[in-house]
C-alpha cells in the first residue's frame, strides 16, 4: 500500500514542473506549428483516401479523426487477414486486416497515413501492384 500510494502522489497529485511548464505553453503559446501539422495530415488523408477509391474494387470513407483510414477491400477479398498478409509479402506494405479490431472489420484493412507523401504514393503503387495479380 505504500509503494502504490507513493506512486500516486508523484504521478497524479505532485505533476513536474517540466510537464506543468509544457502544458501552459500549449496553452497560451503559438499554435501555428500545431496548425501546419494539422494541415500536412489533411493533405496526407486526402492522398490516401482518393489514391484507395482509384484501386478497383476498394471503396474508402473519409476519416474524422486519428491518423488512420480503414478502406473496404471486401470486394476483392472477404479474408481481410489473408489479403492482409498478400499486400505484405507481395507489396511490401504493412497494413492491418480490420477483423483485427472485431467481427465488423472483416473486409477492411486499417492503413496509418503518418508517413510522407512520397511514401504514401510508393504504398498505393505497391499495394495495386500487389492486387493486380491477386487470386482468391
Given at each position: 500500500?505504500?509503494?502504490?500510494?507513493?506512486?500516486?502522489?508523484?504521478?497524479?497529485?505532485?505533476t513536474a514542473t517540466f510537464v506543468q511548464d509544457a502544458g501552459l505553453a500549449a496553452l497560451t503559446?503559438?499554435?501555428?506549428?500545431?496548425?501546419?501539422?494539422?494541415?500536412?495530415?489533411?493533405?496526407?488523408?486526402?492522398?490516401?483516401?482518393?489514391?484507395?477509391?482509384?484501386?478497383?474494387?476498394?471503396?474508402?470513407?473519409?476519416?474524422?479523426?486519428?491518423?488512420?483510414?480503414?478502406?473496404?477491400?471486401?470486394?476483392?477479398?472477404?479474408?481481410?487477414?489473408?489479403?492482409?498478409?498478400?499486400?505484405?509479402?507481395?507489396?511490401?506494405?504493412?497494413?492491418?486486416?480490420?477483423?483485427?479490431?472485431?467481427?465488423?472489420?472483416?473486409?477492411?484493412?486499417?492503413?496509418?497515413?503518418?508517413?510522407?507523401?512520397?511514401?504514401?504514393?510508393?504504398a498505393l503503387a505497391r499495394i495495386a501492384r500487389a492486387l493486380a495479380n491477386y487470386k482468391r
Open positions: 500500500a505504500d509503494a502504490v500510494c507513493a506512486l500516486m502522489l508523484n504521478t497524479v497529485s505532485c503559446g503559438d499554435d501555428r506549428p500545431v496548425q501546419a501539422m494539422r494541415e500536412e495530415f489533411l493533405r496526407r488523408r486526402t492522398l490516401l483516401v482518393e489514391g484507395l477509391r482509384k484501386i478497383p474494387g476498394v471503396t474508402c470513407e473519409m476519416p474524422g479523426g486519428a491518423f488512420y483510414v480503414f478502406p473496404n477491400f471486401s470486394k476483392i477479398e472477404p479474408d481481410d487477414i489473408k489479403l492482409a498478409n498478400h499486400i505484405l509479402e507481395e507489396g511490401n506494405v504493412a497494413v492491418l486486416g480490420g477483423s483485427t479490431f472485431g467481427p465488423n472489420g472483416k473486409g477492411f484493412i486499417r492503413m496509418s497515413y503518418a508517413n510522407s507523401e512520397a511514401n504514401l504514393r510508393e
